[in-house]
């Protein structure tokens, strides 16, 4: 015979509790713009959950998406993190450049660098 598990209440408090902290969590993401004032409120689990959850999306996006993702965000990332964004961003241009230089012999435009999928601009970031 099987044994049954029960779930205490506890338990149960717990589970509806991450149930209401992922909801929330795609609530404030849901918004246009996301700001201190929106993730103020966290306790410090709930915050590392928070930004769990944006470092994925981050990570996980490409072009404009990505780059609509990091304007959505400016409001609550670090001077660091930014830095750092900033750093891959110039890295990738870089790279492009001396690649495209060696293929074509020449300077390569905005337009052509655009056409590789690499961030032709400057993070909004570091506006």
């Not at 609550?76 to 890295?91: G, S, Y």
């Amino acid at each position: 015979m099987a044994k049954q598990q029960y779930t205490s209440e506890k338990e149960v408090q717990g589970l509806q509790r991450l149930t209401d902290l992922e909801k929330m969590i795609e609530e404030v993401l849901s918004k246009p713009k996301i700001e201190w004032e929106d993730i103020k409120h966290l306790t410090a689990s709930e915050n590392r959950k928070f930004f769990d959850r944006v470092g994925e999306l981050f990570n996980n996006l490409k072009g404009e998406e990505k780059d609509a993702f990091e304007e959505k965000i400016a409001g609550i990332i670090n001077p660091e993190t930014k830095k750092q964004i900033w750093e891959v961003n110039h890295l990738n241009i870089t790279n492009a450049i001396y690649r495209l230089m060696g293929d074509t012999g020449q300077m390569p435009s905005k337009t052509l660098l655009a056409k590789y999928n690499l961030a032709a601009r400057i993070s909004p970031l570091t506006a």
